[in-house]
């Protein structure tokens, strides 16, 4: 044991540091010919200690002190090298030697000298296998994960929250036992939170999204605790985590985006240029978008909460109310402590960081909108960020998310107008939606943007659509505005919806002249849906002779037929339109009789 200790402390830890330097520094500079230069010399370094400390083991003394010390030095240079082959991308070397480092803890795993040795090296076998898509792989990398959150809840429990970590075995003792101690239930808190950080990854991949929401949200609130934590990216993993909730509780994801911007604050902000403050300014951009998303839920589940109140529906009991009981004390946990949770089932009450977050909560409610001025104050808030977050997504060199904050005014529009009364305010509204879209419809290049400019087309023609119906809602309540003027716009608003409705139809032909037979699979209920309009927008426009209101019926007859015949074609796509589908079999037999009746009475 005299020589071990000599050789380490006379050699062996100098030599290991320096692998150190090489890994984690040194390699940051390696030319871009040789990338992993610094990483193969610390790898020689490594294995060079390793082979040495063969000469001292005593391989028939499994329970010698020296020999378990000995052991653990070796088991931790070889996790060293593990990570370094993965660092390398030599995945499969390195799951073999993580492998090794494994079965050379699983005896002695609950020992305090290698218990965190065990843990780290479950994470990173976690990691290997999560870099490999599958849904086996998943199942492994949970396996063990879970081992690893399992042995850390057992020791802490039954024997204390300061094991050795594992990188002491491979340097020399530096500070006094008090700090040794602190550091080390740090890092025994750390190697697990970075459990849980991996566990909500691998939750994400297996779409077990409600898992993966408590466990990052767990491991955010640890790394607040621990104080170890980048602001920018805690902040955006906070406000990420918020786009979960949106559809379960509006009041926890508004709680996330409230962390996220409280934390963000702590993030250095003074770089005049260079990528760390174009990364400050996408990341707080990213954020302001998730704002966004918030307050365009919340005018939508309004809309649904007033609907159903109408409705007369119990509200509290339906599932899907993302505005929940308003009670945060439903669960009587007492005062435990954060590890006796089972997080998979943790309550709404432990979901709250410990922050103070009124300033931020206060600017934007989680209570149903009831009213116009409570539905117009949301509005100017999403406005606000929307308008924030073009600062850093500019149309030249963001074309994809400025469309996307471009669509995003569309729809808060779009939910804004549920509240207002007013048809010709509603009107109004629809039509600052309608120049917006063009604007960008005008600009885009059609070949690059091809998906994203149909799905600006097609919302014009709804909107158009919408705002012919309103006129004609108001002629209709009150008949004696009709005017030629008032025709007029009616029919000039149903013609730009069908020219924009066969804009987006041309667009799927092609390079060819006509439809194709059968629709892209995510086409074929836009595509017939868009057939449905064009054949009842025909049969609204208002004309003067019995010859042109002939023409319009034989074509609104048509467009369902189209509908008609495409879906004896093709019967597997008529469950995706069965309502649009049974009008258009209805009217297809309707319009030929109604059309012979009107030229009988007309003569023609």
């Not at 659509?465 to 716009?489: F, I, Q, Y």
């Amino acid at each position: 044991m005299e020589a071990f200790d000599n050789y380490m402390k006379e050699k062996g830890y100098k030599i290991l540091a320096n692998a150190k330097k090489l890994n984690d520094e040194d390699s940051k500079n390696d030319p871009e010919e040789e990338p992993y230069r610094s990483k193969y010399a610390a790898r020689e370094l490594y294995q060079n200690v390793k082979n040495d400390l063969n000469v001292f083991m005593n391989e028939d003394a499994d329970d010698d002190d020296s020999t378990t010390e000995i052991r653990n030095v070796r088991t931790a240079i070889s996790l060293r090298l593990a990570i370094n082959f993965e660092e390398t991308e030599e995945s499969s070397t390195c799951e073999e030697l993580l492998q090794k480092c494994l079965k050379e803890t699983e005896k002695k795993k609950m020992k305090n000298e290698t218990v965190n040795l065990y843990q780290t090296v479950l994470n990173q076998l976690a990691i290997v296998c999560s870099s490999r898509r599958g849904a086996d792989e998943a199942v492994k990398t949970m396996k063990y994960l879970q081992e690893a959150e399992s042995i850390y809840k057992t020791f802490k429990q039954q024997e204390g929250d300061s094991p050795v970590a594992w990188s002491e075995w491979l340097e020399e003792k530096t500070c006094e036992d008090d700090e040794l101690l602190r550091n080390r239930v740090a890092n025994f808190e750390n190697t697990y939170t970075l459990t849980l950080y991996y566990a909500a990854q691998v939750y994400t991949q297996m779409n077990e999204r409600s898992k993966a929401a408590r466990y990052c949200h767990v491991t955010l609130q640890r790394q607040l605790n621990s104080m170890k934590y980048d602001p920018v990216d805690w902040a955006l993993n906070a406000a990420s985590l918020s786009q979960y909730y949106l559809s379960e509780n509006l009041s926890l994801a508004r709680h996330c985006l409230a962390a996220a911007s409280s934390i963000f604050k702590e993030a250095p902000n003074d770089s005049d240029c260079g990528n760390d403050k174009d990364i400050y300014l996408q990341r707080k951009a990213d954020i302001e978008r998730c704002w966004i998303k918030y307050g365009l839920q919340l005018l939508e589940s309004s809309k649904f909460y007033l609907t159903e109140e109408l409705e007369n529906l119990d509200l509290e009991s339906r599932s899907g109310n993302v505005f929940g009981s308003g009670n945060d004390e439903e669960a009587n946990d007492g005062d435990k402590n954060e590890d006796d949770f089972d997080i998979e089932n943790i309550s709404e009450k432990h979901l709250r960081f410990n922050l103070e977050l009124t300033l931020y909560e206060e600017k934007i409610t989680d209570k149903p909108l009831l009213v116009f001025d409570d539905a117009r104050k949301v509005f100017l808030v999403i406005q606000e960020w929307i308008q924030s977050a073009k600062e850093y997504y500019k149309m030249d060199g963001h074309c994809s998310d400025y469309i996307q904050l471009v669509q995003d005014h569309s729809t808060a529009y779009k939910h804004l107008l549920f509240f207002e009364m007013d048809i010709d305010r509603q009107c109004k509204m629809h039509k600052k939606r309608i120049d917006m879209l063009l604007d960008i419809i005008n600009v885009i290049n059609p070949q690059h943007y091809l998906l994203v400019r149909r799905q600006l087309i097609y919302e014009v023609a709804e909107t158009y659509s919408c705002m012919a119906d309103l006129k004609l809602t108001k002629l209709e309540s009150d008949p004696g505005s009709r005017s030629v003027h008032v025709v007029n716009k009616i029919n000039q608003l149903t013609l730009h919806s069908i020219e924009q409705f066969q804009s987006y139809l041309d667009s799927l032909k092609g390079e060819k002249p006509e439809l194709p037979d059968k629709f892209g699979e995510n086409d074929v209920r836009p595509a017939l849906v868009a057939k449905f309009y064009i054949g009842r927008l025909y049969s609204k426009l208002m004309l003067p002779t019995v010859e042109e209101r002939l023409a319009n019926m034989m074509k609104s007859l048509n467009n369902y037929k189209f509908v008609v015949d495409y879906c004896k074609r093709n019967e597997c796509d008529k469950d995706k339109v069965p309502s649009e589908y049974d009008i258009c079999v209805e009217m297809v037999e309707l319009l030929p009789l109604k059309m012979a009746k009107i030229r009988s009475v007309s003569g023609l």
